[in-house]
């Protein structure tokens, strides 16, 4: 089995968006994802001007045509738009999983004491 340049770089690319997304969260991650959007946005413009760039880019790489490339691409931001949306649904569910924990403690109020005796029973006979 012969690798080919784009099998490695695509691969290559999969892993680190597949660890960055999972263990990095927070503004700067946030970040890059926005500047990942602009970059993405950028190009697809640049490609709708100068559709013959993805021939380009797939002979640089080893791919046979340019809608090959572009289904390479389309696969790798379709994975991150995947783990990001997991990610951040898993992290909805904590943080609504915490707050109805917060909200049934709240709602249950204070912890009844325990009266001093034993409870006292009434006579059936008192009242008559």
Known sequence: ???VLIQLVLIVVVVITAV???R???ARTQAVR???????AAFAVWSILFPTIWNHIA??????????????????AFLSFT??????????ETRYTKLARRLA????GPPQLAQA???QQESPHAGS
């Open 1 to 3: 089995m012969k690798i």
């Open 20 to 22: 960055r997304l999972l």
């Open 24 to 26: 990095d969260r927070g």
């Open 34 to 40: 926005r500047l990942g959007l602009l970059l993405f």
């Open 59 to 76: 002979r640089l790489v080893g791919v046979g045509r340019g809608t090959d490339m572009v289904l390479y691409a389309l696969v790798v």
């Open 83 to 92: 783990l990001t949306t997991y990610v951040r649904f898993r992290e909805l």
């Open 105 to 108: 403690l709240d709602e249950a």
């Open 117 to 119: 005796g034993p409870p």
